[in-house]
């Protein structure tokens, strides 16, 4: 998608249920990075982790000005469901789906991509150093890079 921004988005949990973070890296459609960060969310599951790491990534790229979005993140559960081709069977998931399509319907255009962990390291590597420290790590404000307020873990 030529002008697009980029969103890369991991979550993960340490058990599962386990401590758990979120990770996500935004950049702008020349590839500079708008913001970054990771997010410790408590002990929760990680489908639950993925989906947080995406709400909070398009959040921010919304809050940024995106209107047409690409975003990559290795969850192929997430990533089909978001496109229409898995239902979201279980209703822990349900709440955080239609979060996320609310963001989406700030979105002019959105491409959802299924990405190798290899080429998700980024995104992966901030909700681990989330998780490792119990904090939120980079310049992304929790739900948004703009400086909104968190309304789930903080």
Known sequence: MSGAFTLHTD???RGNPGPAGAGIVLRDPDGTVVCEG???LGEV???VAEYEALIWGL???VSHGARTLVVKADSELV????KGQYRVKHPGLRPLYERARSAVAQLTSV???HVRRENNKDADALANEAMDTRSVVGNAVWPACDGGQG???G
């Open 45 to 47: 599951t990680n489908n």
């Open 38 to 40: 990771g997010r410790y």
């Open 79 to 82: 990533v089909k469901q978001m």
């Open 11 to 13: 979550g993960g949990a």
């Open 111 to 113: 491409e959802f991509v």
């Open 151 to 153: 309304t789930l873990f």
């Open 59 to 61: 959040e921010s790229a």
